[in-house]
């Protein structure tokens, strides 16, 4: 496995890896939350997933993942092998040099186990935005340049971040630049030293298109926006140009996925994370329900209709029937890598799917 690649495990039909949402179900804490990624990253790491990423969110009661480098920091000291990164770092969110130090500080940690994943969106509503002290307007669904110059479009000032973010992890500002003399340490300036690879990620056709032009790795969010997975996909192979990062295009796709000793169970489960999303997009968001509260929740006839639409997209099931899922989705889309979320109410629901999915593909323990 090199930087990016990564290698398929028993009879799956590309990597699998885990996206990471720490999410907290009521009657639990955000400790709890946060010692369940340990353990799933060390089952991961156990039964051959080739990553573990952590999302950047915020002012949302039902994850506990506001910090992602301080929790992949917690995530390398309790695993030898696996990757880890974020899935994504919200870069408007964060001065350049910030990211550039708090990824150069893991690599050094952990070298050669680091990814930097990006998102362009604030990863959250526009007053926690403002809390984060953003300064720019949001406009989250500009198409400026893809290129690496001043965005034309108010508010989009992604491409030239991701600039100042990959100079400062290079430290190779050029002579006369105001940034020339400053240095993200732990970092090159201090010496040889590894540096962990840029993955752009997005939900849209802005982010596909630039990771394409810049020749880097390509993560959608298929999980909540599978009406565009493929021709997101498709944008980003027609603009890739080779770079010395990647010579040819490598997307991953996030995915929901779930799996249960039961049918029955699985649907218990998914309907936990249906109802949490209600309520998130209806401005109520809280910790993620019970089985029991989701079952007997009263759907309004609109929020039925999402919930349909939301559970179309997640492959939930016995873990025969999530493998057949997982192969039937990677065939349709022809992604490289398919990152897993399981989102469940409690720990052990979630530690229990990926046990059956690296079971279903015959993923021997190391």
Excluded: C
Aim: proline content about 8%; charged content about 20%; overall charge negative.
């Amino acid at each position: 496995m090199d930087d990016i690649r990564g290698t398929a495990f028993g009879s799956a039909p590309v990597p699998l890896s885990v996206l990471d949402l720490v999410t907290v179900g009521s009657g639990y804490t955000a400790n709890t939350a946060l010692r369940t990624s340990v353990e799933i990253a060390k089952l991961a790491e156990r039964r051959g997933f080739t990553r573990h990423w952590v999302a950047e969110h915020h002012s949302m009661p039902g994850v506990a993942s506001s910090s992602p480098a301080v929790i992949l920091a917690h995530l390398a000291a309790h695993t030898d092998r696996i990757r880890l990164g974020s899935g994504g770092v919200m870069l408007p969110n964060h001065a350049p040099l910030v990211i550039a130090e708090q990824f150069g500080t893991l690599e050094a940690l952990a070298p050669g186990r680091i990814d930097l994943g990006l998102g362009r969106a604030p990863g959250t509503d526009g007053a926690t935005a403002a809390a984060l002290r953003r300064t720019d307007p949001l406009n989250e669904g500009a198409m400026g340049s893809p290129l690496l110059e001043r965005s034309r479009e108010p508010g989009e000032e992604f491409p030239q971040q991701l600039a100042e973010l990959t100079r400062f992890l290079d430290d190779d500002f050029p002579d006369g630049h105001p940034y020339a003399k400053i240095h993200a340490v732990p970092g090159p300036v201090q010496g040889p030293t590894g540096r962990p690879p840029i993955w752009l990620l997005g939900s849209s056709g802005f982010s596909a298109r630039l990771a394409g032009v810049l020749g880097l790795p390509f993560a959608f969010a298929h999980h909540f926006s599978a009406a565009n997975t493929v021709p997101a996909l498709d944008l980003y192979r027609e603009s890739f140009r080779p770079s010395a990062v990647l010579d040819t295009p490598y997307a991953l796709i996030g995915v929901s996925a779930l799996a249960a000793d039961t049918e029955e169970e699985a649907r218990r489960q998914t309907l936990t994370n249906a109802l949490s999303m209600v309520r998130l997009r209806t401005g109520r968001p809280g910790l993620v329900p019970t089985p029991e509260e989701a079952a007997a929740y009263s759907f309004s006839p609109l929020e039925r209709e999402f919930v349909d639409g939301w559970l179309a997209n997640v492959v939930s099931g016995t873990a025969e029937q999530v493998r057949d899922g997982l192969d039937a989705l990677q065939k349709r889309t022809g992604a490289d890598e398919l990152m897993l979320t399981a989102n469940a109410h409690g720990p052990q629901a979630r530690l229990r799917s990926y046990e059956l999915i690296a079971d279903a593909y015959g993923a021997r323990g190391a």
